[in-house]
């Protein structure tokens, strides 16, 4: 199984498990099966079987069109950089730098998946499906060309954007969520200054105590938490461990609180 190592802004590799071909690959024949369910219910349940060429060119762009073009940006960015399909088969986008993908990056993923968009144009204003699935079938062949000779299994959207598809049920890899349920009724913040990190860096730490945890390993901790302290000019004893958890417990808190 491949790995790859992403460094943070901490200066800390984070290691990960690229996704296995075999899952991208189910990840989207999921998707694309769910979208073309969506497609033919749009068209022989909502609209009783009407012909396509009887529907107006706006209602099939607003109800048809742009739900399907826009799935998987929306997602993605909505779904912590999960599909559907991705979801079920436990991977996810990761920006190369270490953190959460951004809206820039989903983005640019979703639109260097053009390929898509000719087959679902095709299929409704033409009715042609030869020309929509070889459309599809090119474009498709390209991202498996792409992610058999990229050194990090990166298809045209990935290289452009700088993320990465990785296992999310791994030893190896983060947790899917930075929250946690804090007691809000006797709750004492500790450093306040937490919120002067960004999210990513909030992230980064949740990567840094999940990875250190699984191997015993705090090595990554106390450079972090070294890091941390200069930036926010904090001054404490605590072990690193328990002070990288309590600075996402007063982030959670905190964040509540805005």
């Not at 920006?95 to 979703?110: F, N, P, V």
């Amino acid at each position: 199984m491949s790995i790859i190592q992403i460094g943070t802004a901490f200066n800390i590799d984070i290691e990960f498990e690229i996704a296995e071909f075999h899952k991208r690959l189910l990840a989207y024949i999921i998707d694309f099966a769910l979208m073309l369910l969506y497609l033919i219910s749009m068209i022989y349940v909502m609209v009783g079987g009407l012909e396509l060429h009887r529907l107006s060119v706006g209602f099939l762009i607003l109800i048809v069109l742009l739900p399907m073009l826009f799935y998987t940006f929306l997602t993605e960015l909505w779904m912590n950089g999960q599909t559907l399909g991705k979801k079920i088969m436990r991977i996810r986008v990761v920006s190369l730098d270490g953190g959460e993908a951004t809206l820039g990056q989903y983005l640019m993923r979703w639109f260097l998946r053009f390929y898509e968009w000719g087959f679902i144009i095709f299929f409704i204003f033409y009715s042609s499906l030869p020309a929509g699935f070889f459309v599809l079938f090119v474009g498709g062949m390209t991202s498996v060309v792409l992610i058999a000779i990229s050194p990090k299994n990166q298809r045209l959207g990935d290289l452009a954007a700088g993320t990465v598809v990785v296992n999310t049920r791994s030893t190896l890899t983060v947790a899917d969520t930075v929250f946690m349920n804090i007691d809000q009724t006797n709750y004492k913040v500790m450093f306040p200054q937490v919120m002067r990190l960004s999210d990513r860096d909030i992230n980064t730490i949740k990567s840094v105590l999940t990875q250190a945890g699984k191997r015993n390993n705090y090595d990554m901790c106390h450079r972090v938490a070294i890091k941390i302290k200069e930036v926010l000019n904090i001054q404490t004893d605590m072990y690193v461990d328990q002070f990288l958890e309590k600075l996402l417990e007063d982030y959670n808190y905190l964040a509540t609180k805005e």
